[in-house]
């Protein structure tokens, strides 16, 4: 059975949450104040975590960032009655999977929850250990290293390169981009896209000018070749 950890303080939506998951056959446990969140986490080690962000104790800010150090392949579903883009940018960069604003349809939670354990289904089939040029990457360390010194990488970068790592020579689109690094259709922006793409090659090109590896196919997106 897998689980469900949903940390969320306010108790009708714990209350729907423990009911649309346990109908649908998940095991699903709630802590209700940020400042425990972390010891219920390490505890019952879900395989998904739905995360509000205003809570009391500590924030969904802090919360998503202390989970991705410790458990950097668990998807992280944020639920915020806060639209604003600057929280999503935020929450995606310190490795959030998807972005759900309240109210919300419990069975599109549900939906997303379960394209998130289908990713990571997915994920775990691929190797772990990949190198070209210069660089060698360990994504179940999540550690990246070029010409033998360590790059400081953000979650989200090591998502977008391990997309392209594993659909090596292929063209694809930003949009393709967004869905499948990004988790979710509604994201404010295809020049985050471009923004990444930027921040890779000028950490892994050797002339992020002139790159070799991420390449630009004008009018349709990327393509990675070692």
């Given at each position: 059975m897998e689980k469900i950890?949903?940390?969320?303080?306010?108790?009708?939506?714990?209350?729907?949450?423990?009911?649309?998951?346990?109908?649908?056959g998940f095991e699903v446990n709630v802590a209700a104040d940020g400042a425990v969140a972390m010891e219920t986490f390490r505890g019952f080690v879900p395989r998904v975590v739905i995360l509000d962000l205003r809570l009391p104790g500590k924030s969904g800010q802090d919360i998503c960032r202390e989970i991705k150090r410790e458990g950097a392949n668990v998807p992280i579903i944020v639920l915020s009655a806060a639209s604003d883009v600057v929280d999503k940018v935020l929450l995606l960069e310190l490795g959030a999977d998807d972005y759900v604003t309240k109210p919300f349809s419990p069975r599109e939670l549900l939906a997303r929850v379960r394209a998130a354990i289908r990713r990571l289904h997915h994920a775990s089939d691929k190797t772990e250990i990949f190198s070209f040029g210069d660089v060698e990457v360990n994504f179940s360390k999540m550690e990246l290293y070029r010409q033998g010194r360590v790059v400081a990488m953000t979650p989200q970068e090591f998502k977008m390169l391990r997309f392209f790592l594993n659909n090596e020579e292929r063209v694809v689109s930003r949009n393709e981009l967004l869905n499948e690094v990004w988790g979710y259709h509604n994201y404010p922006t295809t020049r985050t896209i471009d923004t990444h793409m930027l921040r890779l090659r000028q950490k892994l090109e050797k002339d992020p000018g002139d790159p070799v590896h991420f390449r630009t196919v004008h009018g349709t997106g990327y393509k990675f070749v070692r």
């Open positions: 950890l949903v940390i969320e303080d306010d108790q009708a939506v714990q209350r729907a949450l423990r009911r649309t998951f346990e109908s649908a």
